[in-house]
């Protein structure tokens, strides 16, 4: 007898697409010239049908060349892009740690974006107020630097406090889109233990990566995307091993070119 697991995510046929600047129009009087017979926008189809499970507590990686739907995923997951067709149920609180820089107002201080995204992700005030101080001694950056604007923060920096407010709390799921691998080796270190103790607490972790080791070492099952949909869903060196052998045929068609 098979015991059915708690589903944390599930995907049904999801379509989900965004527009894209068309060539050749490239600012207003483009469009005007063009008498209004050229849209300026076409509609690009990124996700084609997906279908996806992922279970309440476990770690799982996402996998596919640039282009194959993953960010647009976890964006989706995270309430960010909309769906357009399809069903997606999201059972839990999400926290959401895109690409860097993703959710940042650059004009904003570090302390006005530790608010902003706190709102974003539904905390009350007090719960925000309670909040910084973890995320500032987490991230270990300065009263001083979290008064400055985020526009001059550096790579480091910035992954720094996007991780800290992310993790400030535990969350119920957690998306993470290739954000491991910015930062000095003693954060990194910091961030992988962060994680374990997210592991251990028994939230999902939804994980975008290329970095296998890292895939290796926090995922125990995923999937791999092939133009918008799931090619293989499975245990993480089953996806691993795909991964491999698609890139690899795709490199050496390169440069047999």
Known sequence: MTLQRDIAIEAKDLHVSFLIQKHGINNFKDFLFSMGISKPFERKQVLKGLDLEIYKGECFGVMGRNGSGKSTFLRTVAGIMPVEKGELHVNGKVAPMMALGVGFEPELTGFENIKLLGVMMGKTRKQIANSVDVIQEFSELTTDELEMQVKRYSAGMMARLAFSITVADTPDILIVDEALSVGDIGF??????????????????????????????????????????????????DVISLYLEKNTKRRTFQKSN
Do not use: F, M, P
């Not at 997210?198 to 099952?221: G, P």
């Open 188 to 237: 990194r270190e910091k961030s992988a233990n962060r994680i374990t103790e997210i592991q251990n607490s028994d939230a999902t972790i939804v994980y975008v990566s290329h970095n296998l080791n890292e895939l290796r070492r926090i995922c125990t099952r995923g999937c791999y995307l092939e133009n918008g949909k799931v090619a293989l869903v499975g245990d993480i060196e």
